[in-house]
């Protein structure tokens, strides 16, 4: 652990692959899945907002950052300090991660929330980015895709395209009591290597599977992770978790 470091959970353009997280780019990432109690919203200028609410979920990532870099992320989001006329206010906030929850700093809004323009209902700033791409990589692990159910809801053409096996490093399967297919497969962020299949799925499949009860009730939610193919790093590959950890 580095001396005097803090916990920070960045939830728009500081995540990985996103445009600031150069800022980040030397720093411990302790937690790839992880949300807070929030609500998200679209500012309309490139980046997104957060508010305090214990209603809903955002979710980002965990840093461990030095006093230099949290200094630089107080600058990046015109954060001056407590009382001064800031952007974003910088407020210690729980986290929670597949390992447990965390006191963590988190920057949240702190200009005139009738500034803000679209709410982002999922609480997640990369699936909303995203999901405006014609085609995605789709990583599969278990039972997640049940070649029978597909064929039940007469899709089983768009998940014809298999690209190859990807390795999930840092996670291990595990069994819930919710099923996404009659199964009840999840992965959790605790360590080891997650194998599946992975596809390349039109706009259409993408939202075939969004629209499944199981992610219409909150079940599961769709998350973006990095995945190993043929020795190398492929960023951004969709996938799906629970978004209730019962083990």
């Avoid at 791409?133 to 599969?140: G, P, R, S, V």
Wanted: contains cysteine; aromatic residues 12%; glycine residues 8%.
């Amino acid at each position: 652990m580095k001396k005097d470091s803090s916990l920070v959970f960045v939830y728009g353009t500081l995540r990985r692959h996103e445009t600031n997280f150069h800022f980040l780019k030397n720093a411990e990432r302790v937690a790839a899945q992880c949300w807070t109690y929030g609500q998200l919203f679209n500012t309309g200028e490139g980046y997104p907002a957060m508010i305090e609410s214990m209603t809903e979920r955002v979710y980002g990532e965990l840093y461990r950052v030095t006093p230099n870099e949290l200094k630089a992320l107080d600058q990046l989001e015109d954060y001056y300090g407590e009382g001064c006329h800031n952007l974003y206010d910088r407020i210690r906030q729980t986290v929670y991660t597949d390992r447990g929850k965390v006191e963590a700093f988190v920057y949240v809004w702190a200009q005139d929330n009738n500034s803000l323009k679209e709410h982002i209902v999922s609480g997640d700033w990369k699936c909303y980015r995203l999901f405006g791409k014609h085609e995605h990589l789709f990583f599969t692990y278990g039972s997640v895709i049940n070649s029978e159910r597909l064929k039940e809801d007469d899709v089983e053409h768009l998940f014809q395209s298999v690209n190859g096996r990807g390795l999930l490093h840092g996670y291990s399967l595990s069994f819930t009591q919710q099923s996404f297919d009659g199964g009840m497969d999840d992965i959790v962020e605790i360590g080891g290597c997650v194998e599946g299949n992975v596809y390349l799925l039109s706009r259409e499949a993408v939202d075939y599977l969004r629209d499944r009860e199981e992610v219409k009730q909150g079940m599961y939610r769709p998350t973006f992770v990095d995945l190993e193919m043929d020795g190398q790093i492929v960023p951004d590959v969709l996938t799906f978790v629970v978004v209730k950890k019962e083990v």
